[in-house]
Each structure stands twice: as C-alpha cells, then as structure tokens.
C-alpha cells in the first residue's frame, strides 16, 4: 500500500497563555491510500485534536506529520487546499444556495474565491455528484435537506476539491442506523474504487469493526492501529468495548449486550 500519511512520535494539543495543554504523547501511524481508516476513542481521548493537527487546523507539540513523503509544515495554505479535503459535524447554516452551488465550492483552491468555472470545473462538480449519489438533490436548497443528504453534499464537495486524502470527523453523528451504514459504505467505496485516503473519527464501533479496512484506537495510554481483526487479537478492542453487561467476541468481532 502507498503511505499517505506517517506520523512521527507526534504530541498533540493547545497552546495557551498559560503554556501548554497536552492532550496525547508518541503517536505513530501510518495512513494508506485506497483504504478506509476509522478513528475510535473515547470522549475526550482527543480523536478531534488529532484530526485538526493532521488537517493543520492546530500545529503538533512535538513530533511530525509527514504527508505524500514531505512534512506537513512545508506545505503552503494553498498547497493543503489541494491535498486535504475536510468534512466536519458542524451543522451548516447557509440560506439560498443550491446543493450544485455548494459543491462547486469545492473547487475554490483552483479558480479562488470569486473564480469563474471553466469546463472542467463544471465536470469535476458533476462527477462528484454523480459518485455520491446526489443526482436529484442538485437543485435543492441546501437548507431543506436532511442530515444524510447533507453529509453526501458536504463529502461531494470534498470529491470536487479532487484531493488525495479526505478526514472526516464524525460523519455519522446525526445519522439514523441504516444511513450510518450507507454513508460508510459510500466512504469504503470511494476509498477503494477512487483509490483516495480516507480517515475518520467515529463512535460507530460496529459499523467500522466490519467495513474499516484500517482502525486507529486512541487510548489514554497508546494509539493501536491494525485492522479489526489484528486489534481484536491483541486485546485492544475487548479492553474499549466489554464494561459491565457488554462482551465482545473476539472472533466474530460482535458486541454482545446481556439481559
């Protein structure tokens, strides 16, 4: 698998008026193309400290990111705009924008931001519509959609950004079951067939554990990385599933519920 992003004994945090706020120490992992990642963590392990560090929303405490083989530090704002696309839980308040008007916005860090779209922009837009499923949504208002629908805009935005890697933090959070499903499925697909590097925070243990190709793990003590069934053996999942009344079976990878 091709590297997208390598951390380095990374220390992740804040930095305030009063020094620093150290959220994790030591991490280290690697991130591939064509692969699905999912997050997992407790609140407040810094699952989203992580994800604006690797987005260069916060710089690292100590440590490095490299990103394509070069340190995140050496790429421009611009630059960025070209590598990562962002997708976050925040709820969008926008009034009288259509769903092709948004997603056109993904192509800013090409025409800027009062940019005129060429041929090819118009077709990028289109494709990302199209891989995502949004067809009949290109005309609505962003305003009337729902939470799924808007989730699919916002990861078809990132698409028209046309960028190799994509972090998406918690994408699922106001989704019912079945579109929990649908949109991770999405993410797999496009992962897979796009051949993008896809990462995100998530609290859907279940769904990742059976379509995440790759899991990072963030406890208080270490970040595992491996797949569900490589985390499942070394007693990482059981550790951050099994509380009082809840088991996980390590060879199925199912969460049992006792009665």
């Not at 925040?90 to 192509?107: F, I, P, Q």
Request: hydrophobic share 40%; with cysteine; charged share 20%.
């Amino acid at each position: 698998m091709t590297e997208s992003v390598v951390l380095q004994n990374l220390s992740i945090g804040y930095t305030a008026k009063g020094g620093k706020r150290v959220v994790a120490t030591q991490l280290n992992g690697t991130i591939n193309r064509g692969e699905l990642t999912c997050l997992l963590g407790r609140n407040g392990v810094g699952k989203s400290t992580l994800l604006r560090t690797l987005s260069a929303f916060l710089p690292a405490l100590e440590g490095g990111v490299l990103l394509q083989g070069k340190p995140l530090t050496d790429y421009t704002d611009h630059d960025l705009s070209q590598q990562i696309g962002v997708v976050l839980t925040d709820k969008l308040h926008l009034r009288n924008m259509t769903v092709e008007e948004l997603v056109a916005m993904g192509r800013m860090p090409y025409t800027g931001f009062w940019g005129v779209l060429s041929k090819d922009d118009h077709r990028m837009v289109d494709e990302s519509i199209q891989l995502v499923g949004i067809e009949p949504l290109r005309q609505r208002q962003v305003q009337s959609l729902s939470d799924g629908e808007r989730q699919k805009v916002m990861i078809a935005k990132a698409l028209a950004q046309q960028t190799p890697i994509i972090y998406l933090d918690e994408p699922t959070a106001f989704l019912d079951y079945p579109s929990k499903v649908e949109l991770l499925q999405l993410l797999r697909s496009l992962a897979h067939e796009e051949q993008k590097t896809i990462f995100l925070s998530t609290h859907d243990v279940e769904i990742s554990l059976q379509l995440a190709d790759m899991l990072w793990l963030m406890t208080p003590e270490q970040l595992h990385v491996g797949t569900p069934a490589e985390l499942a053996a070394q007693g990482a999942l059981s550790t951050f599933i099994e509380h009082d009344g809840i088991s996980f079976d390590t060879k199925t990878l199912t969460i049992q519920i006792r009665k």
